[in-house]
């Protein structure tokens, strides 16, 4: 979100040629195609087989797909208006901006629950099926949207408090600063990454290195889940690019004022795009079971076995 922000400003301070601009715009929207329609086929896949439906663990991924592609689907609507209709209404914008920093923040709570998951089905396999049941997973899919309402919520009310109701009629670059400016808002959100990021590498280092010491780390399951936890770590790295993405765009802005716009595309397709590629590849191409089902709605082979 905040790539996208300091990209529209980009736009225009130092615009694209024409050319530039709708290329880049296709080459975005090409590959949200390609992703969606990958993550669109996941969640088919998992909708009409119950071996999947049934599992916690796939439960969790399938969430974090969703909302992965809920976030990607709003970045670049959000990438499109800023070279289109560049302005949006405040009170539109609100709304889509919460979406988005919901999902965001779900992102990496998601994988923590997920290297949980690992953690359990591993060192506790007698006891995996009577922690980790779908019950308690639907629950815990519950408990992470209500923290992040908690988390996101405060941002409007505080506008709500601060700024007269013109403000919302007002159009602006849809981007959480510019649709919730107050400056406690800001601190908030840089408070609660930090303490968000540090739970969650903490739960990624502890299930990685308890799994990498248990007693059966030459199965072949053990190493599986030590490599699954490490993917999930690389995409929580990721994810951390978007916390860090105004420090990192405020630095391109800086660094490279004559190529701004094209730094910061780069910066766009580092922290919005390429975070929400990594779900389809981790369980679509190496869970052995996702994969067997998986492309047969990929290539529209449909038959049911």
């Not at 779908?134 to 908690?150: A, H, Y």
């Not at 709500?160 to 919302?168: H, V």
Request: hydrophobic share 50%; proline share 4%.
């Amino acid at each position: 979100m905040s790539s996208s922000s300091v990209n529209a400003t980009s736009v225009i301070l130092y615009p694209d040629s024409f050319g530039k601009a709708v290329a880049k715009n296709v080459l975005v929207v090409a590959v949200g195609i390609t992703i969606v329609y990958i993550n669109a086929s996941l969640i088919h896949t998992f909708s009409r087989h119950q071996i999947f439906n049934t599992n916690p663990r796939y439960i969790l991924f399938i969430h974090m797909v969703v909302n992965d592609m809920m976030q990607l689907i709003l970045a670049i609507s959000l990438f499109v208006i800023s070279y289109t209709i560049k302005q949006l209404s405040v009170s539109i914008c609100s709304v889509l901006v919460l979406v988005t920093l919901f999902t965001g923040e779900n992102t990496p709570l998601n994988l923590a629950c997920m290297a949980a998951e690992c953690y359990i089905a591993i060192c506790m396999p007698l006891r995996h099926a009577q922690i980790w049941t779908v019950k308690r997973t639907n629950w815990l899919i519950g408990l992470m949207w209500m923290t992040s309402l908690v988390s996101v919520l405060p941002d409007l009310f505080i506008t709500l408090a601060t700024k007269p109701l013109e403000f919302f009629h007002s159009r602006v670059f849809c981007v959480r600063e510019t649709a919730f400016p107050n400056p406690l808002s800001i601190k908030k959100r840089d408070y609660t990454y930090y303490v968000y990021l540090v739970i969650v590498w903490i739960i990624i280092f502890y299930t990685y290195f308890k799994i990498l010491f248990t007693a059966k780390t030459a199965s072949k399951s053990s190493k599986k889940a030590r490599n699954t936890i490490l993917l999930h770590a690389v995409q929580v790295l990721l994810c951390t690019t978007t916390y860090a993405a105004p420090q990192l765009n405020q630095f391109i802005l800086q660094t490279f004022p004559q190529n701004q716009t094209d730094s910061l595309f780069a910066s766009f397709i580092i922290v919005q795009i390429l975070p929400r590629s990594i779900s389809p590849i981790i369980y679509g191409v190496r869970d052995n079971t996702m994969r067997k089902y998986l492309k047969r709605y990929l290539f529209c082979k449909v038959r049911t076995p």
